[in-house]
């Protein structure tokens, strides 16, 4: 079992800490941010991730997970160093690496011992080269430093899950022995392994985000076609993903992907296209498609209103970018309430989960704690998020509490027939206009 070291603890870092630990492993986690490091002490998550509390507490009551704001002590005794800090989108596009290099600066400074520095965080093609630049010229020890490139495929939700039954791990190393080194790391997740180059392995991240966002950027735009012309996305998707070539996962068309990789992965990929004058126009279209997927959205409902919301009030079920998180990082719900705030709705929020609205408008809008109190006397009701508490709710007796039983689906994630029979006008994505209510109000 190895002694190991994780910089940065959001939903990467945690996470791998976590799951090295629980595999066996010694490990230290460091972050600047220490009200969160204190909150992880405390054996709790400062994020909302079905699963890893329970290990969490469980692995520092073992003794074999920390947290610290301290580098020097949590490189004390690590032989493996996985960086895993953000690496937001900056005003061009590209990624900003100026938490990775402050990252390879500390480990520069701090470590007193060979060590195999991992990059988890998805950065563009050619960083790993940077941060090993770096830490080789700032190293205060004469000591061996070896960086690896094993970028991180798990979906927010579906962390744990995720980290134990991936269906790769990707190691790209320029030597055989460090990459032999994190191998050993995972054997006892017992997963797939992909064994390249540094380079490869980047790219492997990118091109992988950026083909999910194409393909539902793809269903999306199919869905706004099947609307024109009386089709059914659900079963196009259904037909088209039995197609074992295509698949039927990422096919659920809705309001654009959000959160916080696909929106700022595909900027980065494109950027560097663009940066070594190569076309990736598909992954340009893509961004734009999403772009525009919610604002479609947003104009049907103003249409349905005959074009003035004003004064007329919504309810948004769902904030979070998507169920089973609290992250509302590029969240479809922002840009719908912004744009019928600007048009003077009202608008009433619910969300199972996320409270912290205060950056949000909180104030504009009201925060409200209870599906029925959100849906209580609105003139329609907006389906934004596809948590299993809106799935599951008992519709016939819901239809008692807005002004109008006119709902839509943003995930296309009700069942619209039986709903229609219990008296509500539902509008998803791409459904048959014989399926809707043609009633105008
Ligand atoms: N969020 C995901 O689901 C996901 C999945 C796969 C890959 N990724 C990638 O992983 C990386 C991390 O993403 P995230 O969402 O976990 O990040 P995040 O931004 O939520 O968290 C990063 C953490 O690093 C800390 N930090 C920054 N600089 C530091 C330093 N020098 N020393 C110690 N701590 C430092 C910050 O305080 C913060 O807590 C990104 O590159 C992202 O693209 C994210
Ligand atoms: O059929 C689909 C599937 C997803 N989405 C949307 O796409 C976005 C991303 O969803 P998902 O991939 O489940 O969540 P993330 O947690 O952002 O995970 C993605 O981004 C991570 C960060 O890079 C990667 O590690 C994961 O492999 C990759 O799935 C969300 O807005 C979803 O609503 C759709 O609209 N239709």
Redesign the pocket.
């Known amino acids: 079992m190895m002694n190991v070291a994780v910089i940065g603890t959001g939903?990467?870092g945690l996470v791998t800490g976590v799951v090295l630990s629980e595999i066996g492993h010694t490990v230290t986690c460091i972050d600047i941010d220490e009200k969160k490091v204190e909150i992880m002490q405390k054996g709790k998550s400062p994020i909302y991730e079905p699963g890893l509390e329970d290990l969490l507490v469980k692995n520092i009551s073992k003794n074999r997970l920390a947290f610290t704001t301290n580098h020097k002590k949590a490189f004390e005794k690590s032989e493996i160093i996985f960086i895993a800090v953000g690496t937001p989108q900056s005003e061009s596009g590209a990624a900003d690496l100026k938490y990775i290099k402050q990252a390879a600066k500390d480990i520069a400074q701090y470590i007193t011992n060979d060590t195999v520095v991992v990059v988890k965080s998805?950065v563009p093609v050619g960083t790993n080269d940077l941060v090993e630049n770096i830490i080789k010229q700032e190293l205060k020890l004469d000591v061996k430093v070896e960086v690896v490139s094993n970028?991180?495929?798990?979906?927010?939700?579906?962390?744990i899950h995720?980290t134990f039954h991936g269906d790769r791990i990707v190691i790209g190393s320029d030597k055989e022995k460090p990459g032999d080194k994190i191998e050993a790391l995972f054997t006892p997740l017992k997963l797939p392994i992909v064994r390249t180059n540094r380079r490869s392995a980047e790219m492997i991240?990118y091109a992988?985000?950026a083909f999910?966002?194409v393909?539902?950027s793809y269903?999306?735009q199919i869905a706004n076609l099947c609307e024109k012309l009386d089709a059914d996305v659900n079963a196009v998707a259904e037909g088209i993903g039995m197609d074992s070539r295509i698949g039927r996962?990422?096919?659920?068309?809705?309001?654009?992907?959000?959160?916080?990789?696909?929106p700022k992965?595909t900027e980065a990929l494109a950027f560097l296209a663009k940066e070594y004058n190569t076309s990736l126009n598909i992954v340009d279209a893509a961004i734009q498609a999403n772009s525009n997927q919610s604002e479609i959205f947003t104009q049907k409902i103003i249409d349905r209103f005959k074009g003035n919301v004003q004064g007329k009030s919504f309810a948004i079920l769902g904030l979070a970018?998507?169920p089973n998180?609290d992250?509302l990082r590029?969240?479809?719900a922002l840009k719908i309430i912004e744009k019928l705030l600007s048009l003077g709705a009202k608008v009433k929020v619910y969300d199972p989960i996320v409270q912290h609205l205060n950056e949000y408008q909180a104030g504009v809008l009201e925060h409200c704690q209870s599906i029925q109190e959100c849906m209580d006397n609105v003139d329609a009701t907006l389906l934004v998020?596809?948590w299993d508490e809106f799935i599951e709710n008992d519709w016939k007796e819901l239809r008692k509490y807005p002004n109008q039983p006119l709902l839509f689906d943003g995930?296309n994630i009700l069942p619209t027939d039986k709903l229609v029979k219990l008296g509500w006008q539902v509008e998803g994505i791409g459904q048959a206009q014989k399926r809707k209510s043609v009633e105008v109000i």
């Open positions: 939903y990467v998805t970028p991180e495929f798990l979906r927010e939700g579906h962390a995720d991240k992988a985000n999910l966002a393909k539902i269903i999306n996962a990422f096919l659920n068309a809705g309001l654009g992907y959000g959160g916080s990789c696909f992965d970018f998507k998180t992250d590029e969240a479809p998020t596809e995930r």
